[in-house]
């Protein structure tokens, strides 16, 4: 095995089970979101994050890992990953995860989208039609009559959309040490919870099965982002990205066997549609740059 197969293999692990740890927060904070505030629940997110990128910021960017090229892009880049931790909790705990985690996933297709204002790349028409295509995938989850026929729907909806932008935005930090962006990830959405925390305060001191629950959703979540950072070390991006809809496959497992939810025909057709047009956008983009370059 050569060198670089190796370093494959390892982006491929770490990307897989940073993809599985993500999804485990979601499953947690559906979990708990009906029994705590959502504040207590963002500020046990990103408090994890923090306790866990401070000490390996510190090991692998140097003693000014918190130094940033564009301070002020990194701290707009946090405030839109804490919108995304409320909208997507504020969302989920109305909706199947299944289902929640599909309209998630409309995030790549803005991507394509939003690329062009925002990186003056070009779009091609046909990644249009495979836009409007994916987002078609919606209206077969999200169905009168349906469990996703709500108004949490659109605040999942609105998460994929600003996802996008902090996506777009993490590419115009190259010139950060990864590890400072991953400390940048964390620190915004713990100081904001925390502040609110002390202001509001907490209406009941939460059960040890509460305590654990947000207690797992801080380490999941700070580990999985670690892990992509592993990864994207070892691998392009392009390589891996394609890999990210593995996440819908946990997101199902989950929801069957935590809340006892599976998908209907339609929903899962409505599922197919939106990984089949991301996977399509993000292969097509990587392929155009290819020859680019």
């Known amino acids: ?3 670089q197969t190796a370093q494959m293999g390892a982006a491929l692990a770490f990307f897989v089970a940073g993809g599985f740890c993500l999804s485990s927060i ?8 009906s029994e705590v505030s959502l504040l207590l629940l963002v500020w046990a997110r990103y408090i994890g994050q923090v306790a866990i990128s401070l000490p390996l910021s510190y090991r692998f960017a140097g003693k000014n890992f918190w130094k940033s090229s564009r301070p002020r892009l990194q ?4 405030v839109l990953l804490a919108s995304t931790t409320v909208l997507f909790f504020s969302g989920v705990q109305y909706l199947p995860l299944a289902e929640a985690a599909a309209i998630s996933f409309t995030a790549p ?8 204002p925002m990186l003056n790349e070009q779009v091609a028409r046909s990644d249009k039609w495979v836009a409007a295509i994916g987002f078609s995938g919606i209206l ?7 469990d996703v026929f709500h108004f949490g729907a659109l605040l999942i909806g609105l998460m994929a959309f600003l996802n996008a932008i902090f996506q ?8 950060d040490n990864p590890f400072t962006t991953f400390f940048y990830s964390g620190l915004v959405g713990a100081i904001g919870a925390s502040v609110l925390l002390l202001t509001v305060g907490i ?3 939460p059960s040890i099965r509460q305590i654990l629950l947000l207690a797992g959703i801080g380490v999941f979540g700070g580990l999985g982002h670690l892990l992509f950072v592993l990864a994207f070390y070892r691998a392009p991006p392009a390589t891996l990205t394609p890999f990210v809809y593995l996440q819908m496959v946990w997101a199902i497992g ?6 006892a939810t599976f998908p209907d025909n339609w929903s899962l057709l409505g599922m197919a549609v939106i990984v089949g047009s991301g996977l399509w956008l993000v292969q097509h983009r990587h392929r155009k740059r290819s020859k680019l370059a």
């Open 203 to 205: 209406e009941a001191m």
């Open 140 to 146: 077969l989850i999200v169905r009168p009559g349906t």
């Open 168 to 175: 777009l935005l993490t590419r115009k930090l190259t010139e």
């Open 1 to 3: 095995m050569t060198h």
């Open 254 to 259: 989950l929801g069957w066997l935590v809340f």
């Open 75 to 78: 701290l707009v880049r946090s």
């Open 26 to 33: 979601d499953a947690m904070g559906k979990l708990v979101i």
């Open 109 to 116: 297709i803005w991507v394509a989208l939003l690329s062009a």
